[in-house]
């Protein structure tokens, strides 16, 4: 039965025709061109089916746009949809002569069975990475033409992570979740660097072997493949182009190149005063590379890479020539309710609130993530340790195959971003074999074997460069301070939850024996109140404090910045800085305060009142700050200016917090300055709540305005105040959330919400975001609110 439906769906999705995207007439599909390669929005237009796993209910057809989740679900995900579901597309072929026609998946959770024109095509198993389709001998040419994709989300022993979804610390959202592409070429063509499966090749890859602030020289390798009948005579040009349009032209000398044969072409590159990249000067270039035949340029590709030069020592990091202490954050993917499904302007929007947070550094834990992310990390300046999929499991065999075919893949993918310095080539807390630690470095330093490429990995293990341990993996009160393998560096990969939470479980994460009492914990959401969030925040501090004693430290990411789902557990994992709606706790501005003013982006003087000032509100006062002093005023009265002073939880930090006594509460203002040099240089304010009497609407861009013709989501608060605008903390009122005016937009999320510590959240999803879309929203007792989004 299951069989016969599924063959009547099939049908009906072939039979309904949906075009191509929205797009100029010079870039339609199928569109009579000389362009030596297009690149083609694949994301609209798809008709999707999920399977009922039960069988008993026939589910309806759908029209989708990606990316795409298989099931909206709800905050808490505790029980997540698994099984299987169905994609398919018709679009026009209106093939000009000698082309090829690709299809780009950057993402399918986990297993894909492309099929075009009704032949199987490509079965990829893996979730996280990329994988290219050659549709060129499959398209009907002058006529309609359907893809469809059969999506298989279920447990998968041989498919890493390879853990079942009931004992997975994150979640596996089914579906097409990332972009898909069109890519039309030339015979003669630049590869796709994971489809052509070539070891330190394929696609473009750039290398710089000497880089100095004088002079940087590389080479540029390109593989082109020939799929002419004839041969060819070919060169390839690299025209390097600074931010500032300084254009530098490299050749390869020409080579002839049979048919049905491929090439790598390599130019030497040498750039005088190069812009270096960094986390403080994020500078960037473009690179255009062309395949020439004579003069004509047959295939032509851009990217965007930078010029940096990173080494590492026994007991430090070193980033263009200049010691760098690593400070950064650990990052899941998902959002609430889509899950993996996001656009790349909010992979861009997380990396950009990690930077304002004060991190020069991200782990992707614990899997690849989007290309979108490892851009904005390029852009905006965060050094990134690339991991592979895993999580406490490991089995010889096809498990262990995918495992290193991931390696082979990531690398692929990733390797001329300047933002990725750190290679995961191992599965987290996983019990992995000798034979594999090797032959996954042996991979890696195979295809980038510079010396320049540095693996890592949570077992000390000499096959890796970097050694990765939580700090939960060491016991108090040292934890790994008092490492000393010698020239061996160690980067504390995860600290601030687990060792607060439940000590002496080990790695049985369903079975703490000495779990921590509540109050100790750092897993607090925002509703916690005043007193969880101090508490959170002053596990981070003595963490940070306590990882900055060790000699053979090089640097640290905390567990987490956002709050997340997990397969096994029935409440979100809270322990991020930031909640899972991107709203930030006390321990944000904790770290925020970390970072040095003036020195580069993102680096401003801040001071902050960690502090609701209302009665239940701790006497002692924490502010954060990176100024050299603080004033801390009530209602006008200087309570007292003051350096910071550093106790045993503050004595290795950059910017000890201030701690300010008020003997009683009095209602009224609290007002904290932070000084440099006698100046004022930062203020913040907190006032005494009342009781709401107003809402007010705003949405989250975080430096990226919303897509305008692809799908966006974003996040829309609705934030309780009181007459004076004050944001009222412990309000949770409904909110109802409505669009009223507005085309090609949605409101994904509870509705009506319950407001959490005074702020209720809903995403909004658009499409082709041409129009102001008006959103209202309704509280009881309260004046409705508005906010038009441009």
């Given at each position: 039965?299951?069989?016969?439906?599924?063959?009547?769906?099939?049908?009906?999705?072939?039979?309904?025709?949906?075009?191509?995207?929205s797009?100029?007439?010079?870039?339609?599909?199928?569109?009579?061109?000389?362009?030596?390669?297009?690149?083609?929005?694949?994301?609209?237009?798809?008709?999707?089916?999920?399977?009922d796993?039960?069988?008993?209910?026939?589910?309806?057809?759908?029209?989708?746009?990606?990316?795409?989740?298989?099931?909206?679900?709800?905050?808490?995900?505790?029980?997540?949809w698994?099984?299987?579901?169905?994609?398919?597309?018709?679009?026009?072929?209106?093939?000009v002569?000698?082309?090829k026609?690709f299809?780009?998946?950057?993402?399918?959770?986990?297993e894909?069975?492309?099929?075009?024109?009704?032949?199987?095509?490509?079965?990829?198993?893996?979730?996280?990475?990329?994988?290219?389709?050659?549709?060129?001998?499959?398209l009907?040419?002058?006529?309609q033409?359907?893809i469809?994709?059969?999506?298989?989300?279920?447990d998968?022993?041989?498919?890493?992570?390879?853990?079942?979804?009931?004992?997975?610390?994150?979640?596996?959202?089914?579906?097409?979740?990332?972009?898909?592409?069109?890519?039309?070429?030339?015979?003669?063509?630049?590869?796709?660097?994971v489809?052509?499966?070539?070891?330190n090749?394929?696609?473009?890859?750039?290398?710089?072997?000497?880089?100095?602030?004088e002079?940087?020289?590389?080479?540029?390798?390109?593989?082109?493949?020939?799929?002419?009948?004839a041969?060819?005579?070919?060169?390839?040009r690299?025209i390097f182009?600074?931010?500032e349009?300084?254009?530098?032209?490299?050749l390869?000398?020409?080579?002839?190149?049979?048919?049905?044969?491929?090439?790598?072409?390599t130019a030497?590159?040498?750039?005088?005063?190069p812009?270096?990249?960094?986390?403080?000067?994020?500078?960037?270039?473009?690179?255009?590379?062309?395949?020439?035949?004579g003069?004509?340029?047959?295939d032509?590709?851009?990217?965007?890479?930078?010029?940096?030069?990173i080494?590492?020592?026994g007991?430090?990091?070193?980033?263009?020539?200049?010691?760098?202490?690593?400070?950064?954050?650990?990052?899941?993917?998902?959002?609430?309710?889509?899950?993996?499904?996001?656009?790349?302007?909010?992979?861009?929007?997380?990396?950009?609130?990690?930077?304002q947070?004060?991190?020069?550094?991200?782990?992707?834990?614990?899997?690849?993530?989007?290309?979108?992310?490892?851009?904005?990390?390029?852009?905006?300046?965060?050094?990134?340790?690339?991991a592979?999929?895993?999580?406490?499991?490991?089995?010889?065999?096809t498990?262990?195959?995918?495992?290193?075919?991931n390696?082979k893949?990531?690398v692929?993918?990733?390797?001329?971003?300047p933002?990725?310095?750190?290679?995961?080539?191992?599965?987290?807390?996983?019990?992995?074999?000798?034979?594999?630690?090797?032959?996954?470095?042996?991979?890696?330093?195979?295809?980038?074997?510079?010396?320049?490429?540095?693996?890592?990995?949570?077992?000390?293990?000499?096959?890796y460069?970097?050694f990765?341990?939580?700090?939960?993996?060491?016991?108090?009160?040292?934890?790994?301070?008092?490492?000393?393998?010698?020239?061996r560096?160690?980067?504390?990969a995860?600290?601030?939850?687990?060792?607060?939470?439940?000590?002496?479980?080990?790695?049985?994460?369903?079975?703490?024996?000495?779990?921590?009492?509540?109050e100790?914990?750092?897993?607090?959401?925002?509703?916690?109140?005043?007193?969880m969030?101090?508490?959170?925040?002053?596990?981070?501090?003595?963490?940070?404090?306590?990882?900055?004693?060790?000699?053979?430290?090089?640097?640290?990411?905390?567990?987490?910045?956002?709050?997340?789902?997990?397969?096994?557990?029935?409440?979100?994992?809270?322990?991020?800085?930031?909640?899972?709606?991107?709203?930030?706790?006390?321990?944000?501005?904790?770290?925020?305060?970390?970072?040095?003013?003036?020195?580069?982006?993102?680096?401003?003087?801040?001071?902050?009142?960690?502090?609701?000032?209302q009665?239940?509100?701790?006497p002692?006062?924490?502010v954060?700050?990176?100024?050299?002093?603080?004033?801390?005023?009530?209602?006008?009265?200087?309570?007292e200016?003051?350096?910071?002073?550093?106790?045993?939880?503050?004595?290795?930090?950059?910017?000890?917090?201030?701690?300010?006594?008020?003997?009683?509460?009095?209602?009224?203002?609290?007002?904290?300055?932070?000084?440099?040099?006698?100046?004022?240089?930062?203020?913040?304010?907190?006032?005494?709540?009342?009781?709401?009497?107003?809402?007010?609407?705003?949405?989250?861009?975080?430096?990226?305005?919303?897509?305008?013709?692809?799908?966006?989501?974003?996040?829309?608060?609705?934030?309780?105040?009181?007459?004076?605008?004050?944001?009222?903390?412990?309000?949770?009122?409904?909110?109802?959330?409505?669009?009223?005016?507005?085309?090609?937009?949605e409101?994904?999320?509870?509705?009506?919400v319950?407001?959490?510590?005074?702020i209720?959240?809903?995403?909004?999803?658009?499409?082709?975001?041409?129009?102001?879309?008006t959103?209202?929203?309704?509280?009881?007792?309260?004046?409705?609110?508005?906010?038009?989004?441009?």
């Open positions: 039965m299951k069989q016969q439906l599924k063959a009547i769906i099939l049908v009906c999705l072939s039979l309904t025709f949906f075009g191509c995207e797009l100029p007439p010079s870039k339609k599909v199928g569109a009579q061109q000389k362009l030596p390669r297009q690149v083609i929005n694949f994301n609209n237009n798809w008709k999707f089916y999920r399977e796993p039960s069988g008993l209910t026939e589910r309806p057809v759908e029209e989708v746009v990606l990316p795409h989740s298989v099931k909206i679900e709800p905050l808490v995900v505790n029980d997540q698994q099984g299987k579901s169905l994609y398919s597309k018709d679009f026009p072929v209106e093939k002569k000698n082309e026609w299809f780009h998946f950057e993402g399918i959770m986990q894909a069975r492309v099929s075009i024109n009704d032949s199987l095509v490509k079965t990829h198993k893996g979730g996280y990475l990329p994988f290219t389709v050659d549709a060129t001998p499959f009907k040419n002058n006529s033409n359907i469809q994709v059969e999506v298989i989300n279920v998968d022993a041989t498919i890493p992570p390879g853990k079942p979804l009931a004992d997975l610390d994150f979640n596996l959202y089914g579906g097409i979740y990332r972009n898909v592409q069109l890519i039309k070429t030339n015979l003669v063509h630049i590869s796709d660097p489809y052509a499966k070539e070891v090749g394929g696609g473009i890859l750039v290398h710089f072997d000497s880089v100095s602030s002079k940087a020289s590389g080479f540029v390798k390109v593989h082109v493949v020939n799929d002419a009948e041969e060819k005579e070919l060169k390839v690299a182009t600074s931010e349009g300084v254009k530098m032209t490299f390869t000398p020409y080579k002839k190149l049979a048919s049905g044969g491929d090439e790598h072409f030497e590159v040498s750039v005088e005063n812009k270096l990249w960094s986390p403080s000067h994020p500078n960037l270039y473009e690179l255009e590379v062309e395949v020439l035949e003069e004509e340029v047959i032509r590709q851009a990217i965007t890479t930078g010029i940096r030069k080494e590492l020592t007991n430090a990091f070193y980033l263009n020539g200049q010691e760098l202490f690593i400070n950064g954050t650990n990052r899941h993917q998902e959002y609430p309710y889509v899950g993996y499904a996001i656009s790349n302007e909010a992979n861009y929007r997380d990396a950009y609130k990690i930077k947070a004060g991190f020069n550094f991200v782990r992707l834990s614990h899997y690849p993530h989007a290309t979108a992310f490892l851009k904005a990390c390029d852009e905006l300046g965060l050094l990134v340790m690339n592979i999929p895993g999580w406490q499991y490991f089995e010889e065999g498990f262990a195959e995918n495992a290193l075919q390696v893949d990531m692929c993918r990733d390797r001329n971003h933002s990725v310095i750190f290679w995961e080539n191992s599965l987290n807390e996983s019990g992995m074999t000798e034979a594999f630690m090797v032959e996954a470095n042996e991979i890696l330093k195979a295809e980038l074997p510079y010396d320049n490429t540095f693996s890592a990995g949570w077992i000390d293990h000499p096959a460069d970097l990765i341990p939580a700090r939960q993996h060491a016991q108090p009160p040292n934890y790994w301070n008092d490492y000393n393998t010698p020239n560096p160690i980067l504390i995860e600290y601030g939850d687990w060792e607060y939470y439940a000590q002496n479980a080990g790695f049985n994460q369903k079975a703490f024996g000495d779990l921590k009492e509540e100790r914990t750092s897993r607090q959401l925002r509703a916690a109140g005043e007193k969030l101090l508490q959170q925040a002053l596990n981070f501090q003595e963490a940070t404090n306590s990882n900055l004693k060790g000699e053979q430290t090089i640097g640290m990411s905390n567990w987490l910045m956002f709050d997340y789902n997990r397969g096994y557990a029935n409440d979100l994992e809270a322990s991020g800085i930031s909640d899972i709606f991107r709203i930030p706790k006390f321990s944000y501005y904790f770290y925020k305060s970390q970072k040095p003013p003036y020195q580069g982006n993102f680096s401003e003087p801040m001071v902050y009142i960690a502090n609701y000032w009665p239940n509100s701790a002692d006062i924490t954060y700050s990176n100024a050299e002093e603080v004033a801390l005023y009530l209602n006008g009265e200087l309570i200016k003051k350096k910071p002073t550093r106790t045993s939880f503050s004595d290795e930090l950059w910017y000890p917090p201030y701690t300010f006594s008020i003997p009683e509460f009095v209602p009224g203002e609290l007002k904290a300055v932070g000084f440099i040099d006698g100046k004022e240089v930062a203020t913040h304010l907190v006032r005494t709540p009342g009781e709401v009497s107003k809402m007010a609407l705003s949405v989250d861009i975080s430096g990226k305005e919303i897509a305008r013709e692809t799908s966006d989501v974003v996040f829309v608060y609705a934030k309780l105040l009181d007459e004076n605008g004050t944001l009222v903390h412990n309000a949770s009122l409904p909110v109802t959330f409505e669009i009223t005016s507005g085309e090609n937009a409101l994904i999320g509870e509705n009506p319950k407001a959490e510590a005074g209720a959240t809903i995403l909004l999803r658009t499409k082709e975001f041409k129009a102001p879309v959103i209202e929203a309704r509280a009881e007792g309260i004046p409705v609110s508005k906010i038009k989004v441009e």
